[in-house]
């Protein structure tokens, strides 16, 4: 059986999106300590390119301690992105304050989607803990909302990788912030930076301790690097997103963290 | 799977080398007169099972961090913090007075200057816990500890446990205890069980982030119904 094996949560490419100019690769994949107490995967994912030239993505990590984490954290991530989409539809923010208020009011989207499921399951919000990283490309912009840990990492065109949002001062590594806390809106960040951003990357925090360098929180460059370079010539972003879950699951990445974790490479087409 | 040479390999990534992650543990031990026997025995032995038991856990063995600080004729720190891939427990033996309110000062003091090590190594950490075992009662001046470890505990710095043995005064013990954790008594001296339980609970924690709220395995494997 594959009672040792971690579960992957690989999503199906959008047929739009092969035929779009954007580039995704990613993966949520189960920790150790998952597979072993057992817990299924509580990081999930979800992105949607607009157009041509705007591009959202969400990555949430459900909270160990909340009942339905799985499930919030699915939720969460899915109705970020959706909510982006609807409001782009009808219009788009012209100046850093339009763009930071759409991120402000898409984790009040999210927050409230929870809310409604808690009522549904007959459950309280709590439950649905999850953190939520929330990022948006546009040819002008990088628009980022944030609670709890996880990271935004950016390969800018001038060739400068950056950590472009970051977790809150959080003394210690298993106390963390969630979109369901009261008072979430004025705890999370959110930024809209005028940014000519290559690639980015989303991670949750099960992909930090590997990615991040801890005694000045940069992004490690022989980690980042390597994969940005090959995003512009991947064909099949299935079997890529494949590759990067195998990677993630592997010793060399599980001898440092057991926790779920999830990485989203986002790129553009070679032209 | 096709034979053409794959368009995106992401093992050619390579991690960052970063520091352990640490999760300190400070184990507050009377060792006062009224500890000698078999207590003290039972004691010593239960930080071997402590320590083979938390090294079961590779990970954890690795991130679990522990010091030991005892109070009796004196308060000393018999351990300093060490991982417990390293730790080999010192032997301890019992006489004089219990200072707990000196002996939980300097755990707290000890914390802190373990906390400012980390952060000048870049290594992040867990919230610390105390583990205070006791046999008695303080017989020092000991409001002024209880207070600085229940603020600190109530704003989340410290994960504070105390345990009774045998004729400890459990009135007094919840007073300095916190208030949403009182003091459980020991099941006789079934240390054992409690070392156990604590580097199970150690575990757990170290295991990764699981949010604010840790569900800890439940006690009632060694604590003593009390009334």
Known sequence: MTADQPQISLYPIDPDLAASKWIVVGASVQGTSHIKIPLPCQDAHAYKAINASIFVAAVADGLGSAVYAQAGAQLAAASAVAFVEQQLAAETPGDEAGWVQLARDCFLAACARLEAEAQKDQAVLRDYSTTLILAILTPDWLVTGHIGDGVVVASLEDGDLVLASQPMNEEYVNVTYPLTMPDMIHIAEFKASPAKVKALALLSDGMQHVSIRTVDHTPHPPFFEPLFRQLPGVKDMHKASQNLAEFMASEQICAHTDDDKTLLLIGRQRV | ?227
């Not at chain 2, 507050?28 to 099972?49: C, F």
């Not at chain 2, 109530?154 to 345990?163: A, I, N, Q, S, W």
């Open chain 2, 1 to 227: 799977m096709s034979d053409e040479s794959p368009d995106f390999d992401a093992k050619v990534a390579s991690v960052a080398e970063n520091p352990e992650q640490r999760c300190p543990c400070i184990l507050l031990l009377d060792v006062s007169g009224s500890m000698d026997g078999a207590p003290i025995n039972q004691l010593n032995a239960g930080l071997h099972t402590f320590r083979d038991s938390i090294r079961k856990n590779e990970l954890a063995s690795m991130r679990v961090e522990v010091a030991i600080l005892t109070f009796g004729k004196v308060v000393e720190l018999k351990q300093d913090f060490i991982t417990v891939d390293q730790f080999n427990p010192p032997l301890l033996s019992a006489r004089g007075q219990t200072p707990m309110g000196a002996a939980i000062n300097l755990a707290l003091d000890k914390l802190e200057e373990r906390k400012q090590i980390y952060k000048q190594a870049g290594i992040s950490y867990f919230r610390p816990w105390v583990f205070l075992i006791t046999d008695g009662e303080p017989t020092d001046e000991w409001h002024s500890a209880a207070t600085r470890i229940q603020a600190m505990e109530e704003r989340k710095g410290v994960t504070f446990f105390v345990v009774g043995v045998d004729k400890a005064n459990l009135t007094t013990l919840a007073q300095i205890a916190p208030k949403n954790r009182p003091p459980v008594k020991l099941n006789g001296l079934d240390f054992a069980s409690m070392f156990i339980w604590l580097s199970s609970s150690l575990g757990k924690v170290s295991d990764s982030k699981i949010g604010a709220q840790v569900a800890l395995p439940p006690t009632s494997d060694w604590t003593a119904i009390t009334a």
